[in-house]
């Protein structure tokens, strides 16, 4: 149709000729006839009556086509015009909006809904609006990554890395992902919770995986096992901020040979489920004591907190825990208070990270003090140096 913004330019070009053109041809008519007046072939009162006539119609016809073009032409114009300037806004809001895709910034979102909304043209509105909305679900999503720097809670943090795995678009997904990985607490493992006992090495050994596990979760090796740890262990999504692998071996504390065959084990585990090397700590308590004090010693660089529970550290190097946390608890009634502190204090003097503490009771009584929370908080805490 012609009547179309497409051809605004021309209809507004015409607009502005068209009355010139209608008086210039009105007076051309008016020119004839006063050229036959003159030669006598009209006389004078027909000439007057043709040239009123004319000049009646010129000035009718110039004042509908300025009212014409005021009333309908200027507001068509005006009209194209502002359409023009919305599809101009239109097109920077969608290179904004491709912008707030790898952003995913609540008020750069707050600032261009704004924009959208100032727009006249409804079907241009609408189109935005449309995309606006579904990117708003997303900037949510970022908020919920941003809360957990603040707040975090590893199931939260599951659940919504494996939304973000699930999102089609590439800049949304890959802004999304940059932002949670930031948290350092790694991607989703394609495992499920459970407890297994398992064989390799001639060495029987139980594993626990997380009701949520990711990369780089600690691990948690616990020697010569009491049931708490092991409930501890399938039940490890009770300890809410810091799940974890958790490992526990059936070795002879005498059996030096299997001992030094379980690092192959640990090896098998940190590699399979992606653990934080740096973050392997160890407890154990009575005969699972001396095996903590036995494998630290065999491999000082592996661990990076032990928690040693009733047993006397007699005959070990306190320089091969120099490197290693330590946390060395007896009972108040056990005689391997003083020796446990005695080897806390000889490791701080060779430049470690070592204190050694007494719970009340006897031998049976500190078995499970590793579970203590402050003792698991100090744990994860760790970090190999």
Not at 80 to 89: G, L, M, W
Not at 152 to 172: M, Q, R
Not at 311 to 331: D, E, L, M, Q, V
Request: a negative charge.
């Amino acid at each position: 149709m012609f009547y179309s913004c497409e051809n605004a330019d021309i209809i507004n070009k015409i607009v502005k000729i068209a009355p010139l053109a209608l008086v210039a041809f009105i007076l051309l008519l008016l020119f004839l006839d006063y050229y036959k007046y003159k030669k006598d072939s009209m006389n004078k009162n027909e000439f007057y009556n043709k040239a009123l006539i004319k000049l009646v119609l010129a000035i009718v016809l110039l004042s509908l086509s300025i009212v014409g073009s005021k009333k309908v032409i200027k507001p068509f114009i005006e009209k194209c015009q502002e359409k023009e300037e919305n599809k101009v806004d239109a097109d920077k809001i969608k290179q904004e909006l491709n912008d707030l895709k790898k952003s995913l910034s609540k008020g750069e979102y707050e600032r261009i809904k704004k924009e959208v909304n100032d727009i006249n043209d409804q079907e241009i509105k609408d189109e935005l609006l449309y995309e606006l909305e579904f990117i708003e679900n997303y900037v949510n999503m970022n908020d919920r990554v941003e809360n957990l720097k603040n707040n975090y809670n590893l199931a939260e943090y599951y659940d919504t890395f494996i939304e973000i795995e699930k999102i089609s678009d590439t800049d949304i997904k890959n802004a999304l992902q940059t932002n949670i990985l930031s948290l350092g607490k790694g991607k989703p493992l394609s495992v499920k919770k459970a407890f297994t006992s398992n064989t390799k090495e001639n060495i029987t050994y139980n594993l626990g995986i997380p009701a949520h596990p990711v990369e780089n979760m600690p691990l948690v090796i616990v020697m010569q096992a009491y049931d708490c740890h092991a409930d501890f262990a399938v039940n490890s999504s009770n300890y809410t901020d810091e799940e974890f692998f958790f490992l526990a071996p059936k070795i002879s504390a005498y059996d030096d040979g299997k001992l030094k065959n379980f690092k192959i084990i640990i090896d098998e585990v940190v590699e399979k489920y992606k653990i934080n090397k740096k973050r392997i700590i160890i407890s154990g308590h009575s005969n699972g004591c001396l095996e903590t004090f036995k494998l630290v010693s065999f491999f000082p660089d592996l661990f990076a907190a032990a928690v040693p529970i009733s047993y006397h550290p007699n005959g070990f190097n306190a320089s091969s825990f120099r490197t290693t946390a330590f946390w060395g608890i007896c009972g108040t009634g056990e005689t391997c208070t003083s020796t446990m502190e005695n080897f806390a204090n000889k490791i701080n003097s060779s430049g470690g990270n070592a204190k050694a503490t007494s719970v009340p009771g006897g031998h049976g009584d500190a078995g499970c003090s590793f579970l203590n929370r402050e003792v698991l908080d100090w744990a994860f805490s760790q970090e190999k140096k």
